[in-house]
């Protein structure tokens, strides 16, 4: 919406914010090449993914002129060069150096495939069969009175996890049972006893009093080894949860925080290629995908194997290869967006910028406290490398000022594909040597930046250096489909200049529209494009909410149907416009009916811009379509007038039509770029407005009260446009009945309708195309039209014609 926004004042422009590392690209280049990634040399990879990220830049160009849509592509490097990447790297060089960034291992996803960490907007969720199971763990210590053959069956949603357990979590939620049979007592969920225990003979079960679980000391069902029951907390969902589960101080999830809480050894038993590690104990070297099922032939052997239920579940995919993602820990690179309280303090700041729309503020806010970093780095070749060095001797790493610098001198001279054959020695200076124990020898930090990363550093040197955004300082946030993202920005931004430098944040509150997906995935859906207004069609696609079973290509007639009627009445209108000028002077008082739809068009096009600015796309939409007749209708008068020669201000009326049809062109254009830009050049275009894009919407719009909508002179009464359309539309019903030499006798027994007849018997004629004659209800005749049966034709008062 930033055309409208641009067009009624506002400076607005649409920074397109193109990320030219775009992880796709790497994997891309090596599909094609059916070679595997790691075994291309680096240097290859990134000057193929520089001629195919050149292409992909310029059709994505292509496309969104195509789209109807405006963008700024200043910012936008159309080649990398070295300057630009040195620019990145300043961003992220003072993140490091403002302690912004930090080193750890630290529990993330990991693509086996693309052998990188994951972030979580680098995860798709897609079903997936897991290898769960419950297993039994033996109690050795507490609940002693329960007897001597105790277990505590956990739930393990994925068996392959099960070699990294450190402990057993409860939620302290949930009802448990302790179901004994025969000599054996296990403490379970309620909802699992149906499915450990067969049903005859059915075992013997009572509540337990579920204080006593963190207590537990049991034993690890594959090392034997002690580990404990801790408290976990949160929501349970009794129909789909469990309130006992392994922890894994590697995971993503729940178990880190744990395990910073109590201090548990992080445990790796998945190394790069996807294999279980030394950590595994008796798996070691079994990939991730046949582990489970050597774990369950354990468990069955040992007996502690109570039931297993493959269930189908959303599981964690690579994005770009889409192969199934582990998790294991890893050394990356965090944004702690806690160093400094830059959380609280942007927090503080953005209390006293935010402006509109409440609803989408609080989602911003939600979104910015719970902000607690991301992950920085990854391990790929189409990126910048993340500019730190570390001594070979103790591991110290190398004072971070010296070591951007270095690695910015270098880049800038040299190019990012030098770094990848440099050794630490080529890069660093000579006087460099370690402030611990003094050696010179370093190596590289092997990671790169990661792609979210690198994301927004691209939009902070997008937003850099621009006049106007510099003096108006102000940032848009559509924030409907990306809080998350736009949270990172302004805390990004905050890290980077130490205070936020905008005047603004305006916050969209749009709704998110978009097309079912039967539509989308249609090969001719993208064909519109070639099509002559294409893009008008792909909106109106979007816009009319097509159910998900539509038939795509009813979908596609009907909106094409609906775009040709519209253009089609606006064409109409714009015939009778022809030779009109929008600088001619009216110094008269306009027609009653003229007065009437003027006060009509300026009460509906506010309310238009008024959906408009508030991003009610549909709803602004559906009051421009519903529209359309009523300035057909007024143009239909225009031109009957015209071709009778009945009044004599003909082209002063034409003038008045051609200033409304040009405020209605503006309503529709952002919806129907293609037809309102074509009608532009048809009726309006000039050499110092060639195109409705440049014009200003301020002039002639209703929203600045320039309209030129004329004064009712004293004691001239008014009357509502909608009742006229009423009477207009009964009547044509009725003349179409008749022969066209004949006049129309009205019998004037409704005072309202009456008056209204009265006041507009011109444009009545000009519309039927014969006369019309008002009569007194005692000059009845057998022929005439009582008004009062007419108004009961035309519908219920009030009623919009259709």
Not at 147 to 160: Q, T
Not at 522 to 529: H, T
């Amino acid at each position: 919406m930033s055309r409208p926004r641009r067009s009624w004042g506002t400076n607005v422009s649409y920074l397109p914010n193109w990320n030219l590392f775009d992880p796709n690209v790497e994997l891309d280049i090596a599909i094609r090449g059916n070679r595997e990634r790691r075994a291309i040399d680096p240097v290859e990879l990134r000057r193929a993914c520089i001629e195919q990220t050149a292409q992909r830049l310029e059709q994505e160009r292509q496309r969104t002129r195509e789209l109807g849509i405006f963008a700024d592509w200043r910012g936008v490097f159309s080649r990398l060069e070295s300057r630009h990447e040195a620019r990145m790297l300043d961003y992220f060089g003072q993140f490091l150096e403002r302690g912004y960034l930090r080193k750890e291992a630290k529990p993330s996803y990991w693509c086996v495939e693309c052998q990188s960490v994951l972030t979580e907007e680098e995860l798709l969720y897609r079903p997936r069969k897991s290898n769960g199971a419950y297993v039994l763990f033996p109690v050795r210590r507490g609940l002693e009175e329960l007897g001597e053959e105790l277990y505590l069956l956990v739930w393990v949603p994925e068996l392959w996890t099960l070699p990294a357990a450190v402990a057993v979590t409860w939620t302290g939620s949930g009802q448990l049972v302790a179901a004994r049979q025969e000599d054996r007592t296990v403490l379970m969920e309620t909802q699992a006893v149906s499915k450990v225990f067969p049903p005859q003979p059915r075992p013997t079960c009572f509540k337990l009093d579920s204080e006593t679980i963190p207590d537990l000391i049991c034993a690890h069902p594959l090392t034997n080894e002690e580990i404990p029951v801790v408290f976990a907390g949160g929501e349970l969902n009794e129909e789909t949860d469990h309130p006992l589960l392994p922890m894994a101080a590697s995971t993503p999830e729940g178990g880190y925080p744990l395990r910073v809480e109590y201090n548990y050894r992080i445990v790796s038993i998945v190394d790069d290629e996807g294999h279980l590690t030394e950590e595994a104990g008796s798996f070691c070297g079994i990939p991730v995908s046949e582990a489970s099922q050597h774990i369950a032939l354990q468990l069955k052997a040992t007996g502690l194997l109570a039931a297993q239920e493959d269930l189908l579940v959303n599981y964690p995919h690579c994005w770009i290869c889409e192969q199934p993602a582990v998790f294991r820990p890893a050394d990356q690179w965090f944004f702690d967006a806690a160093h400094q309280s830059l959380r609280l303090q942007v927090q503080a700041a953005v209390r006293g910028l935010a402006q509109e729309y409440p609803p989408t503020r609080r989602r911003f806010d939600q979104a910015l406290r719970e902000a607690r970093g991301w992950t920085a780095s990854q391990q790929r070749v189409w990126s910048l490398p993340v500019p730190a060095f570390y001594c070979q001797k103790c591991g110290t790493q190398l004072d971070v000022e010296r070591s951007v610098k270095a690695v910015r001198d270098f880049i800038a001279h040299r190019g990012t594909d030098a770094w990848f054959h440099a050794t630490a020695e080529e890069v660093l200076p000579n006087d460099v040597y370690c402030p611990e124990c003094g050696a010179r020898e370093f190596r590289k930090d092997t990671s790169t930046v990661s792609a979210g990363m690198l994301s927004l550093i691209f939009c902070l040197l997008n937003l850099e250096g621009r006049r106007e955004t510099a003096a108006v300082g102000d940032i848009f946030l559509d924030t409907t489909p990306s809080e998350g993202w736009y949270s990172r920005l302004v805390l990004s931004l905050f890290a980077a200049k130490g205070h936020l430098p905008t005047q603004f944040l305006h916050f969209c509150h749009a709704e998110g529209l978009h097309a079912p997906q039967t539509l989308l995935d249609r090969p001719e859906l993208w064909e519109l494009l070639d099509r002559s207004f294409g893009v008008d069609l792909l909106r109106l696609l979007i816009l009319r909410s097509f159910p998900e079973e539509v038939n795509p290509t009813s979908a596609i007639e009907a909106v094409q149907e609906e775009a040709a009627a519209v253009r089609r009445s606006l064409a109409y209108v714009a015939a009778q416009c022809e030779g009109a000028s929008l600088s001619g002077r009216i110094t008269s008082a306009l027609p009653p009916l003229f007065q009437a739809f003027a006060q009509e068009l300026e009460q509906v096009a506010s309310s238009i811009v008024e959906s408009l600015q508030q991003y009610r796309l549909q709803e602004a939409w559906e009051q421009v379509h519903s529209f359309l007749p009523s300035l057909e209708r007024i143009a239909t008068v225009v031109a009957g007038l015209r071709r009778n020669g009945r009044l004599s201000n003909v082209q002063r009326l034409q003038m008045v039509l051609a200033e409304w049809f040009l405020i209605t062109l503006k309503l529709v254009t952002p919806f129907l770029p293609t037809t309102g830009e074509h009608l532009w050049r048809r009726t309006f275009a000039s050499e110092t407005t060639p195109s409705i894009f440049l014009v200003d919407w301020n002039y002639p719009f209703p929203l600045g009260g320039k309209m030129r909508r004329r004064v009712l002179r004293a004691g001239e009464p008014s009357f509502p446009f909608p009742e006229w359309a009423h009477l207009v539309e009964a009547l044509l019903l009725q003349a179409a009945e008749r022969d066209s030499e004949e006049p129309i006798l009205l019998i004037a027994d409704d005072a309202e309708w009456a008056r209204i007849a009265e006041l507009t018997l011109t444009e009545l004629e000009a519309l039927v195309h014969r006369p019309v004659r008002l009569l007194r209800p005692e000059e009845a005749t057998a022929t005439g039209y009582r008004l009062s049966e007419l108004r009961n034709s035309a519908g219920a008062r009030g009623k919009e014609p259709q």
